[in-house]
């Protein structure tokens, strides 16, 4: 028997908030998308449209720019950019209701800490593990992966259940935090590499010293990570190299940002381990090089908007 329907709100409609939210009223569950006004009209004339699997989809859903729409819901997937995590929980903070659950599906490690400090109230940390990519305005395009590690909490079991039926593989993890920690890594290493050249994770590899590059701002973040005493797979490498196998035509999330012209998250991934290894007397030499690198590039790109 099909399970009742959701009220769901997803507070920052970019690829990963329009992947999940056109997948969950894909299933039938009353899905509101917040995000800006380009989305918003293009759903409005035309449904989301959801590339995936070889065929293209057009999915029915409500889409509104204000914050006013997570009104309601009985969960809200924050999805917004790391550099927008305070102001969205200042916008969301007077229309959520007090039995709403809130999940931070977002990059970085400490935004469900950031956002829980706004609203006043639990924010369930998820990991997402998801390539895809805003191909035109309302038009998300899948590339692979699609599931979530959820952190634990009164509802967390419920809620993966029921999205693990609209086809969202979810699982709650007590080991969330360093599931994130993990994706950060990950993170740290292609980021903004892809971001610098332009390159996909498969053009990137056999590129000679660009594995040498990345392991060295692996081995800074692991030393980092060891100082906080956040636990690692021993083989933390070899997973970020099985990300770029899995995912050869991915562009980096910080790539596609620099190509629209918009402010990047390098602040809250290679920035935040330069950050902590300063607190901490951990150098992180390569991490800087590549969050600096990519501040210069954002500046470019502002001064050509500008322009």
Not at 96 to 121: F, K, M, Y
Not at 232 to 243: E, N, Q, R, S
Not at 289 to 295: E, I, K, P
Request: proline share 4%; aromatic share 4%.
């Amino acid at each position: 028997m099909k399970s009742a329907v959701m009220k769901i709100a997803v507070m920052g409609a970019g690829a990963v908030g329009c992947y999940f939210g056109g997948l969950l009223a894909r299933a039938g569950h009353d899905v509101t998308l917040i995000g800006r006004l380009g989305h918003v009209e293009a759903i409005g004339r035309r449904g989301l449209l959801l590339d995936m699997g070889g065929s293209r989809h057009t999915v029915p859903v409500a889409a509104t720019e204000a914050a006013a729409g997570v009104a309601g819901a009985d969960l809200v997937l924050v999805c917004v950019k790391s550099t927008d995590t305070e102001e969205a929980g200042r916008q969301m903070a007077g229309h959520l209701a007090p039995e709403c659950a809130v999940w931070s599906l977002q990059n970085g490690v400490d935004n469900a800490e950031r956002l829980q400090a706004v609203l006043g109230r639990q924010v369930v940390p998820v990991v997402v593990y998801v390539a895809a990519e805003m191909a035109g305005q309302g038009h998300v395009r899948h590339r692979g992966r699609g599931d979530l590690v959820v952190g634990p909490s009164g509802t967390s079991e419920g809620l993966a259940a029921r999205l693990t039926e609209a086809g969202i593989p979810a699982r709650v993890s007590g080991d969330a935090v360093a599931a994130l920690w993990t994706k950060l890594i990950v993170n740290c290493a292609y980021n903004a590499v892809s971001a610098i050249t332009g390159q996909t994770y498969g053009e990137l590899l056999p590129v000679p010293g660009i594995q040498e590059v990345m392991q060295d701002a692996v081995q800074e973040c692991t030393a980092v990570a060891m100082r906080l005493g956040v636990p690692l797979p021993a083989d933390i490498w070899t997973t970020v190299l099985d990300v770029g196998v899995a995912m050869p035509g991915q562009r980096s999330s910080t790539a596609q940002d620099l190509a629209r012209g918009r402010r990047t998250e390098i602040d809250h991934l290679n920035g935040y381990i330069v950050r902590k290894g300063l607190e901490f007397g951990v150098p992180t030499p390569v991490n800087r090089a590549m969050h600096s690198l990519v501040r210069a590039l954002e500046t470019r790109s502002a001064a050509s908007a500008g322009g």
